[in-house]
């Protein structure tokens, strides 16, 4: 790789880490520190997600996009399973999921700080590696469009 596409490599890491570890990380677990674990979990209907099913997508779509598709690892990626899940004695608390969406985000960055220029495909669908970054990145930005209808959270 050349020094113009290093330089542009480093910035695209840069940037990548300055969002999702300074910015949306950190709205994120604002916002689920606000709720208590009924809210958290709660659907508004049965078409509806609830706050945590939001968590554990965008850990699992973070694993699919990053760290499989950019990084090359396994990706066990179970995505029916992250909008099924509901409450019970074995579900996650929030800082649990929290703390599960951190460490992937971490693990994310190192992975885009290691070689996010370097690779030729990200994914199966043959997507390049930037498409990733921003297929993973486009969930975090604004939260509030995940909110059904702009109804508060019931609870």
Known sequence: MNSEANDLA?????????????AYVPRIRYCVSLLSEEQLWHKPGS?????????????????QWILAGVGGQDDGRDRDAEFAAVSDTESLSGEEMMSQLM?????????????????????ADQVAPVDALERSSDHRPNPEQQRPFGRPIAG
């Not at 480093?10 to 300055?18: D, I, N, S, T, Y």
Request: aromatic share 2%; glycine share 10%; proline share 0%.
């Open 47 to 63: 078409h509806n997600n609830s706050v945590a099913n939001l968590l554990l997508h965008l850990a699992g779509n973070t694993r």
């Open 103 to 123: 460490a992937t985000v971490e693990e994310a960055v190192g992975v885009v700080a290691l070689g996010e220029g370097q690779r030729q495909h990200a994914h």
């Open 10 to 22: 480093r910035g695209v890491a840069l940037e990548f880490r300055r969002r999702v570890l300074e």
